[in-house]
């Protein structure tokens, strides 16, 4: 049953006997019943591509929890709007495979749009209020693109398991809620996000940034840790935002700040007050710690839009 | 794991050891994780209860393919219109259980609504254009209803294999078109139509009627038999739609008459012209002969609205 490998990068030909690259929907189904039947238990990471050290902890995660790994790879184009990055979305699948052999992935799986969408594809899923707000308002459709891929590729793989970045709350809270509605037997856990050293978030985007525009990135997790420690100092929300806003623009003079709230982390409805009950409480690599609120940060850079938050 | 088990008619007490009636999604998971782990082969048919010969028809054709046969009884109030019969929408479940029983089923899933749509339930999966068409034009958001209870159902039982009535045309198509859309692995069967012996569908609706409207009732299998008939000489959809709707109103003066069409039983697309390539094909209880075109009709009886198709 094993089919083509990777065969890209030869230094690391004595591991790619162990990753197997499907491309077709088929193929994959085939492999993973023959696991299931086995008794293997099946952990998943959804990507686009464009991997960086943020998809390998989630990779890691899964290494750790389960007996088989599959991580998906497929820009999806549903989840662009027209006015979007979608064409120039980095598409880097060499260096991809080359990061999850390294982390011995058993299967990468990089369909085609056709593979996803087959011909007369129409049914769509669609969250509810939460696909509405922020990321959503600002990009029509987005979340419908995601709910309905990852029911797509969910009900492909047919993982025990599946891992988010917590970088992207609000996809997370939106596929908390798919799973919780369409009944999917299928745990989410959501990994911290990776930062750089000046605190930058990891995002494929991030290499869009111009040096300067890089420089001033930093405005986004800095303006999230000064309303953090705000809010933990017991100032209101509406106090701790204007001078969050204050603080990102003084950073970064020439970025537009977009929206900057604290959230309640399953709905995205606005908090107008935060009470702090024990403190600082760290988001939980299983998932289940999701705070009582979360900071929530979009501006521009340039061409480039930027995402962040921190649970509190 | 065995648990609370029917008993209210006594004297089929010796079968009701071999069902288990269970309320909870959870406890429906316990078992049917068990039995997969097993290798078990689970067929499912969901309804919506008040069961009659056309459901018996599906469980025994589960019966024959599979090891384990689900059956789900939950009226499913997203379906409904606000102007619909949700609340006098007959509700037998002894009656029902007992002829499950009967048929020897293993489980019967009787959930409460707080269990199918837990608290904030607000994801939503909607069909394409083919849920705007004749069902879905006049009854807005059925089908959205259709799609939705059908994948938090087919994502509770995980079934192999799935049944559903021909009658309800419209609703097959959608749910093939659901299945192959968000990738469900999951093979859907369509039974044969049960009909009396003057040719009315059986339906769960046919005991609104009155005696009068009863007798009228017949109309619509007599018109969709007449329209086929014309077909397969050779008439054009359009004659013979005129013919169909003389037909109708002469055998059934009191009843309105919605729709009479000839569409394509995939699309619900109306066709304007229908080849004749080998004459009637019946419909395969595999599902695989969906034919060629589709003859529909719907009526009102009083207050009762009825459906019925035929396959050509």
Redesign the interface.
């Known amino acids: 049953m094993r089919g083509s490998r990777e065969r890209e990068s030869e230094h690391f030909c004595f591991l790619q006997l162990d990753m197997r690259t499907i491309h077709t929907?088929a193929e994959l189904?085939a492999a993973l019943t023959l696991l299931r039947?086995q008794?293997k238990r099946i952990g998943f990471v959804p990507t686009m591509g464009a991997l960086h050290e943020g998809h390998r902890s989630l990779v890691r995660l899964s290494k750790q929890d389960s007996d088989v790994t599959v991580v998906s790879i497929f820009v999806n184009p549903t989840q662009f709007g027209p006015t979007e990055d979608f064409e120039r979305y980095p598409r880097t699948l060499e260096s991809d495979a080359s990061l999850l052999i390294e982390e011995e992935v058993e299967f990468l799986f990089a369909p085609t749009v056709d593979q996803i969408?087959?011909n007369?594809?129409?049914?769509?899923?669609?969250?509810?209020?939460?696909a509405t707000l922020y990321e959503g308002a600002r990009r029509p459709g987005h979340f419908d693109g995601v709910?309905?891929v990852v029911?797509?590729l969910f009900?492909?793989v047919?993982p025990q398991i599946a891992y988010f970045g917590q970088k992207d709350a609000q996809q997370l809270a939106v596929i908390r809620?798919?799973v919780?509605?369409?009944?999917?037997?299928i745990e989410i856990v959501a990994a911290p996000t990776i930062r750089e050293p000046d605190g930058l978030a990891l995002s494929s985007r991030n290499r869009y940034l111009t040096p300067a525009e890089r420089k001033e990135a930093a405005a986004l997790s800095k303006t999230l840790f000064l309303v953090r420690d705000l809010l933990l100092d017991r100032h209101s929300p509406a106090h701790a935002k204007v001078a969050g806003m204050d603080e990102f623009q003084r950073f970064a003079p020439h970025a537009i700040l977009d929206y900057l709230d604290v959230v309640h982390p399953?709905?995205f409805q606005p908090k107008a007050s935060f009470e702090v009950s024990e403190g600082l409480e760290e988001p939980s690599p299983t998932g289940r710690g999701q705070g009582e609120g979360l900071i929530i940060i979009a501006a521009n850079l340039g061409s480039t839009r930027l995402i962040d938050n921190l649970v509190i």
Not at 120 to 130: D, M
């Open positions: 929907t189904r039947e008794g969408y087959p007369g594809h129409s049914t769509h899923v669609h969250p509810g209020a939460i709910a309905t029911s797509i009900n492909i047919q809620r798919l919780a509605d369409l009944a999917f037997p399953e709905t």
